[in-house]
């Protein structure tokens, strides 16, 4: 059976390879349904296997969350990784020293947003452009900015070439966010600052969100959501998770927000 498949795509790439594409063989490949050669059912079924998981173990609900991730597809954020790597529960390298996120804190950190499909969405630290997808799959509009220029510029392809058209990437400092695009319904961040940055919170829309990984240790940080009320902030603390640090590069000379007294 593989053996098979495999012949019979290496014939195809012979053909086209050589130019001598017949009449038929353009016939059959023009009727071959166009995801299927990035998306392939292998990967569609690892893909609805993890989805299910999450589920039953009480990471992910069933419902919009859910239906994104399952029509995400995550191998194409990781072109290097295996297709079982891709769609197992576990952080993966991107390059620069920098991972893609664990599939059950995307679910629990999107879910955490209350998105219900007209939100204007900012994320801080787009790395493989993923999480971005899926906030793209879930909001109208979503602004992401990646310090690392090489990552942002191939986020940006990635997405663009999957046809995430409502998802903009920039390359810049996240401590500054986006104030030509402010204010946002939600903010995600997803890499570790030591504490929120206030910068951030003043560009959340009055009852907008922000969810961020917020501690100085490079091993374990507490996820925080905060939910801006009444000139206020209430804050929730939604368990320890493990990110890579949001690095200062100094161009925000703003102090980050006080950590709330109760946490
Ligand atoms: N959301 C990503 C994973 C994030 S990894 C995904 O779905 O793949 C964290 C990313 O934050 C890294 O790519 C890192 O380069 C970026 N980052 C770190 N500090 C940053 C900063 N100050 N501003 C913007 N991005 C930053």
Redesign the pocket.
């Known amino acids: 059976m593989t053996a098979l498949a495999l012949a019979s795509a290496c014939n195809q790439v012979a053909s086209t390879g050589a130019g001598d594409a017949t009449a038929a063989n353009a016939r059959t490949v023009s009727s071959v349904d166009p995801s299927a050669a990035f998306d392939p059912l292998q990967a569609r079924t690892l893909r609805q296997h993890l989805v299910s998981s999450l589920i039953s173990r009480g990471d992910l609900q069933p419902g919009r969350v859910a239906d994104a991730m399952r029509a995400v597809p995550r191998h194409a ?1 990781v072109p290097e990784a295996p297709l079982d790597e891709a769609y197992a529960d576990s952080p993966l390298p ?1 390059g ?1 020293g ?4 664990q599939p059950a804190v995307v679910a629990i950190m999107t879910q955490a947003l209350g998105l219900s499909g007209g939100e204007r969405v900012l ?10 997808a899926i906030l793209g799959v879930l909001a109208r509009e979503v602004y992401s ?4 220029p090489e ?1 942002a510029r191939r986020s940006s392809k990635r997405l663009a070439d999957l046809g995430y058209a409502n998802v903009h990437v920039r390359s810049g ?3 500054l966010g986006w104030p030509e695009r402010a204010p946002f319904d939600c903010i995600l961040v ?2 570790a600052p030591p504490a929120v940055p206030q910068t951030l919170l003043d560009q959340l829309e009055e009852a907008g969100v922000l969810v961020a990984p917020v501690g100085a240790s490079p091993f374990e940080q507490e996820l925080l959501r905060y939910r801006k009320a009444e000139g206020g902030f209430r804050v929730d603390d939604l368990g320890p998770v493990a ?2 640090p ?4 100094g161009a925000d000379p703003r102090p980050t927000a006080e950590q709330p007294p109760h946490l």
């Open positions: 954020f991107i620069f920098q991972t893609i996120s994320e801080i630290g787009t790395g493989s452009g993923y999480q971005a900015i990646e310090l690392v990552l400092d996240g401590y997803t890499a990110f890579v949001m690095v200062r590069t």
